[in-house]
């Protein structure tokens, strides 16, 4: 009989108690030594099982790795040993092939217990608890969407309250600078209001000119300062790459989950118009969950939030840009690289552009 050791010894126990049983009649009834039986009778909690310490013997020659392990911790972050280094290392210092994942588990656990032994400090993370209104999240995920029969790749804009966890999506053939304005104006005038404390991004082009590595200061793009002042939030610059993903990793969770639970299968449309009406009920069916285990619904925890945002400027953002080329000879136009005809009449004459995340128009003067 192959029963769980605790349960085992709940029975020996019972057993021995109500029918005064000997050691050795528990011993037989459950196949197992009477040293065993000895154990429960004397406590109701096994003894935890004591763990090996496992050595490597084929690493034994080489503990000059602990100084290289430890020399890494004072060395720049991209010019530390990895383990094929290492394992380079020791093949032209030593002439001796060591396999690969020989060292990666010596390494793996020596980087540790080094670090641990010199006090390096530990990454470690703090919950944050999100006051009402306050903070919110923004990303954008791909997402593939059949378009009159032909599969595009598009962008999916998420913006995500943090309280609440309210989440407003908008899809996009694009993710520039216009869509992603556009997907912050649909979502502030779908939510009702702004939040008053900071909103978190990665370091999108559309957004950073340039990140500064010392610290969280970023040169960010003009026309994108002049968006966030004039709604009035504050933008929170994530740090690049995985090692930022958890500072808004409600959103980055957000993305992958409407992307299964409501465009999975590959939505068929006819326009990306017809997806993002329906993306209003898709937000609505997601009032209804839990995140986690909360006890309200993120619908509930929004009626509460929704009361403590900024209310909204007067007029939305121009998200629109402006442009004037001038038409060639073969009467056509050249916008961010792609080519447009115009009437042949306005060859060799400027004309007014404007571009939105979805339409071009081109004026003569107000026509």
Not at 31 to 56: I, Q, W
Request: glycine fraction near 6%; charged fraction near 30%; charge should be positive.
């Amino acid at each position: 009989m192959s029963l769980p050791k605790q349960e085992l010894f709940d029975r020996i126990r019972r057993d021995s108690w109500q029918q005064q049983l000997s050691i050795r009649a528990p011993s037989r009834k459950y196949g197992v030594h009477r040293r065993l039986v000895r154990e429960a009778l004397s406590s109701p909690v096994p003894t935890p099982r004591r763990r090996a310490v496992r050595t490597s013997p084929r690493m034994e020659p080489y503990k000059m790795v602990d100084a290289w392990l430890r020399a890494d911790l004072e060395a720049p972050r991209k010019q530390r040993h990895t383990v094929r280094r290492i394992v380079a290392r020791i093949e032209d210092e030593f002439g001796e092939a060591i396999p690969y994942p020989t060292v990666r588990d010596f390494v793996a656990a020596r980087r540790k217990e080094i670090a641990a032994q010199a006090g390096a400090p530990v990454e470690a993370f703090v919950t944050r608890h999100n006051a009402l209104g306050a903070d919110a999240e923004v990303d954008f995920g791909d997402v593939y969407v059949d378009v009159a029969g032909q599969r595009t790749r598009c962008y999916q804009f998420a913006f995500r309250l943090a309280y609440s966890g309210k989440a407003v999506h908008r899809i996009s053939r694009s993710c520039d600078q216009q869509a992603f304005f556009e997907g912050h104006v649909h979502a502030l005038t779908t939510l009702g209001g702004v939040p008053t404390g900071q909103v978190r991004y990665d370091n999108l082009t559309p957004v950073v000119k340039k990140v500064v590595f010392r610290n969280r200061s970023r040169e960010e793009n003009p026309r994108w300062t002049n968006f966030h002042e004039y709604y009035g939030f504050t933008p929170f610059y994530c740090e690049p790459g995985l090692r930022g993903a958890h500072e808004k990793g409600g959103v980055e969770g957000q993305v992958g989950c409407f992307r299964r639970n409501y465009l999975t299968p590959v939505p068929q449309v006819d326009s990306l118009d017809e997806l993002n009406a329906r993306l209003a009920e898709f937000e609505a069916k997601e009032g209804e969950r839990r995140v986690g285990a909360r006890m309200r619904t993120i619908a509930q925890d929004f009626a509460r939030e929704v009361g403590h945002l900024r209310p909204l400027p007067d007029d939305p953002f121009a998200t629109g840009i402006t442009l004037t080329p001038r038409v060639d000879r073969y009467g056509m136009i050249t916008v961010k690289m792609c080519r447009y005809s115009v009437p042949v009449r306005f060859i060799d004459c400027k004309v007014t552009v404007t571009l939105t995340c979805d339409d071009l128009t081109v004026y003569d003067g107000r026509r």
